[in-house]
């Protein structure tokens, strides 16, 4: 069986913030997670109550990150006084 190539997607380190949004969104059952298009497309998907949704841009390195801890983000400052 060949073995699947690794895909280079970038060093990005999180903030604090960004990291307490990524927590809170996996512990409210809020999955947020980068897909791959290619060897250097990514696009990100989410899943919400049981509901996924994918965006319909797509990234290159370093940059899928930053979409991904935004999007944490944005579930997080939304919802975090309502559940």
Known sequence: ????????MGFYMYTEEEYE?????IQNNIYISPL???????T???????KEF??????QKVEIW???YEYCKYYYD???NKL
């Open 54 to 59: 994918t965006d319909p841009n797509n990234y």
């Open 78 to 80: 939304k919802n975090k």
């Open 21 to 25: 949004a990524y927590k809170w969104c």
């Open 66 to 68: 930053k979409k991904l």
């Open 36 to 42: 791959a298009i290619n060897g250097i497309r990514w």
């Open 1 to 8: 069986m060949a073995k699947k190539k690794e895909f280079d």
């Open 44 to 50: 990100i998907t989410i899943t919400n109550n049981g």
